[in-house]
């Protein structure tokens, strides 16, 4: 859950947030959007009397199908040469948050943690977390490998994860505040993937799940901020 939440200590390179790297654009934001066959429905309304009443249900459903598609397609183009947020302008800002909020709209998942889609492994594709992005730095100082958010709903339990060339990684527990959001209690800390340090209780926040299904993910943080994330694994466990 990439969150924005207070620095722990001045020695940790690191912030408790999902971070990013500066990834080369991903084969999916060219990718055109799938579009649902809908040549067989069609002939069997057509050729069959039984199917009469549902004339009216599909071309509602077809385009609310596509609709959803075509808005994931304008999401991935927005993000794909923001550097994950790190380019962002406002202008391009306010474009990614608008069709978040139209994906939002329609999410199909109305509980989030009571659902399976949200176990596994993301990565995060577009934040507007400052504590995240640390543009204030240069750029060889941030990290720049993939950057991924795991969760598991039946332990509860979730982990962020740096890769080149810091390494670093932070364990935390959920604690359900609804349906939908979620405080985030940081445990343990790890420099280099090799250091663990125990968290003392000031790594905290809240995230909002605000749209799901299996490969995309929209959240919310508690200070406003969007994080976009992708899925990547749905086997990944999260360590206990």
Known sequence: MALSVPTP???LPFKYAIDSHHSKPNSLFSSSPQKLNTTHLILQVADSGKWSNMV?????FITEGRDVQSLKVDLYEAI???DRGAEATPEDQQRVDQIARKLEAVNPVKEPLKSDLLNGKWEL???TSQSILQTQRPKLLRPNGKIYQAINVDTLRAQNIETWPFYNQATANLVPLNSRRVAVK???FKIANLIPIKSAGSGRGQLEITYLNEDL???RGNRGNLFILKMVDPSYRVPL
């Open 125 to 127: 594709f577009y934040t």
């Open 186 to 188: 940081f445990d343990f």
């Open 9 to 11: 200590t001045a020695t």
């Open 80 to 82: 794909a040469p923001l």
């Open 217 to 219: 993910r929209i959240s």
């Open 56 to 60: 009216s249900f599909f071309p509602g």
